[in-house]
């Protein structure tokens, strides 16, 4: 035999007894749950050298920047500043040393005071410079391509070096030329 619904009064009764689900609440977003967790490590460990490399040029100026690069920052143990080690390009590495001291007061004053206390000099090799840069220099630099000569400063050129003989002197001569020619006021 079916058993009988309840009224509507016995159905309130039985739902205000009983106990019900809480409604779903959706998972907040991760980037709202992940801000605490990056804030305390970088509190605890700071940018990095990668934080540094971003904001070389404006740290250590056009002239130091396009010959050196932030390779590794060590924190030092117990609150005390950390190292900085710093690529450089070849015999720079003197002037480099020379400067020590007003580059790590200005890295200072991005990461923070006391950041850094000792500059470690390496010298080797950089990275290319197109990837160091940042990309609206790169595409600035490619506006910037030079027109080639036209036909009559190319061939006045040619006849002024036609009795050179033929081989690599006469090659760098003509590219001489041309640079010089696409750079005189004259044109």
């Known amino acids: 035999m079916p058993r009988p619904l309840p009224t509507p009064e016995e159905a309130a009764r039985i739902l205000a007894a ?3 689900r809480p409604a779903f609440r959706a998972a907040p977003p991760a980037g709202k749950a992940l801000t605490p967790l990056i804030k305390a490590l970088d509190e ?3 940018k990095g050298a990668e934080g540094l490399k971003a904001r070389w040029r ?4 056009e002239r130091l920047a ?11 143990r117990g609150g ?3 190292a900085l ?11 480099v040393q020379h400067a020590a001291p007003e580059i790590l007061e200005r890295v200072n004053l991005f990461l923070g005071p006391g950041s850094v206390d000792k500059l470690r000099i390496v010298q080797g090799p950089l990275r290319p410079a197109a990837r160091r840069t940042d990309p609206a220099a790169t595409v600035k630099a490619r506006r910037q391509a030079v027109a080639p000569l036209d036909a009559a400063e190319e061939a006045r050129l040619q006849a002024e070096l036609a009795a050179a003989p033929d081989g690599p002197l006469k090659a760098a001569l003509l590219k001489l030329g ?7 006021p004259r044109r």
């Open 85 to 95: 080690e710093l690529k450089v390009d070849g015999a720079l590495a003197t002037l």
């Open 178 to 184: 041309r640079e010089v020619m696409r750079r005189s």
């Open 80 to 82: 005390a500043g950390g």
């Open 66 to 76: 396009s010959r050196t690069e932030p390779v590794k920052l060590v924190k030092g």
């Open 44 to 46: 605890k460990f700071g």
């Open 18 to 20: 009983k106990r019900t």
């Open 58 to 61: 404006e740290i250590v100026g």
